[in-house]
C-alpha cells in the first residue's frame, strides 16, 4: 500500500468507530436519583436520562463525563430537596459527589460504599439526620469526607481512621457524640490529623483533640429549683412546729384556767 492511500484509509477508520453507547448502570442511577429530588427553583436544565454522556461531553448540567461515563455530579447550590436515592451506588465511576448547601434529608445511605472509585464526599449544609455510616471505609480512594452542618448523630464510625488517602475530614456543627477516634483525632505515622475544627460544634463529642468528657452535673435551673424546693420545705415544717406549740400552750393554759375556777368554788 502507498503512502498516499493512509490519509484515505485513516478517514476510513475514524468515520467506522462506533460512538460510546450509554451505560445502563448510569442511566439507572441517575433517573433514581433525580426522581428522588424536587427543584423548586428550577436550577437544574432537564435532566437527560437515556444517554448522559457522549464520549466525554455531559448532556446534563451538573455531570461531568469521561470515556463515557459519569465521573463528576456536582449539585451544590441549587435548593434541591429530598432524599439521596441508594441508587446512587450505579454510577460505579463516580470519583466526585457534591451536593452540599441544598436542603437534603433523610440518612446517608449505606450503598455508598459501592462507589469504590469515590474521591470526593461533600454532603456539607444540608438536613441529613441519623449516623455515620460506617461503611464508608470500604471506599478506599477516599481522600475528602465533608459532612458539616447537618444533623447526624451517633459515634464517628472508627473505620473511617482506616481510610490512608484521607486529608481532609469535617463532621463540625452536628448532633455527634461519644469519643473522637483515636484514628482519626489522634493519627500516627504520615497520615493526616485533624484538628479541633474537625469536630467542634457537637455538644456529645469528647476526646482528643476536643477536652475530656463533660461531667453529667445538674444544670443551674435544677440547682436552683432544688433550692427553692429544699427552703420552701424548711419554711412548711418550721411553720408546722410553731403550730403545734402554740396549740400545746393554748391546751396547757386552758387546763389551768380551768383548775384555777374549780379552786375558787366554794366546798358543799
Known amino acids: 500500500m502507498s503512502i498516499s492511500h493512509l490519509p484515505l484509509l485513516l478517514m476510513l477508520t475514524c468515520t467506522f468507530i462506533p460512538k460510546s453507547s450509554p451505560h445502563p448502570q448510569d442511566e439507572s442511577c441517575l433517573t433514581h436519583f433525580f426522581q428522588s429530588l424536587t427543584d423548586p427553583n428550577n436550577n437544574l436544565t432537564r435532566p437527560v436520562f437515556t444517554n448522559p454522556c457522549s464520549d466525554s461531553t455531559s448532556n446534563t448540567a451538573g455531570i461531568t463525563c469521561n470515556n463515557g461515563r459519569v465521573y463528576k455530579l456536582s449539585l451544590q447550590n441549587l435548593n434541591l430537596k429530598g432524599t439521596i436515592s441508594p441508587f446512587i451506588s450505579n454510577c460505579t465511576n463516580l470519583q466526585s459527589l457534591d451536593l452540599s448547601n441544598n436542603t437534603l434529608f433523610g440518612k446517608i445511605p449505606d450503598e455508598l460504599q459501592y462507589l469504590v472509585n469515590l474521591a470526593v464526599l461533600n454532603l456539607s449544609s444540608n438536613q441529613l439526620s441519623d449516623t455515620i455510616p460506617p461503611s464508608l471505609s470500604m471506599c478506599s480512594y477516599l481522600n475528602i469526607i465533608d459532612l458539616h452542618f447537618n444533623s447526624l448523630s451517633g459515634p464517628i464510625p472508627p473505620q473511617l481512621g482506616g481510610l490512608v488517602r484521607l486529608t481532609i475530614f469535617d463532621v463540625s456543627d452536628n448532633k455527634l457524640s461519644g469519643p473522637v477516634p483515636e484514628s482519626l483525632g489522634n493519627r500516627t505515622g504520615n497520615l493526616r490529623r485533624f484538628n479541633v475544627s474537625s ?20 444544670s443551674v ?48
Not at 202 to 217: E, F, T, V, W
Open 199 to 218: 469536630f467542634d460544634g457537637n455538644k456529645g463529642l469528647y476526646g482528643y483533640p476536643l477536652g475530656p468528657m463533660k461531667s453529667k452535673g445538674l
Open 221 to 268: 435551673l435544677a440547682i436552683v429549683a432544688i433550692g427553692l424546693g429544699s427552703g420552701l420545705l424548711s419554711l412548711v415544717l418550721s411553720f408546722t412546729v410553731v403550730c403545734v406549740w402554740l396549740r400545746s400552750v393554748e391546751k396547757k393554759r386552758g387546763v389551768e384556767e380551768e383548775g384555777k375556777v374549780q379552786n375558787m368554788m366554794p366546798d358543799y
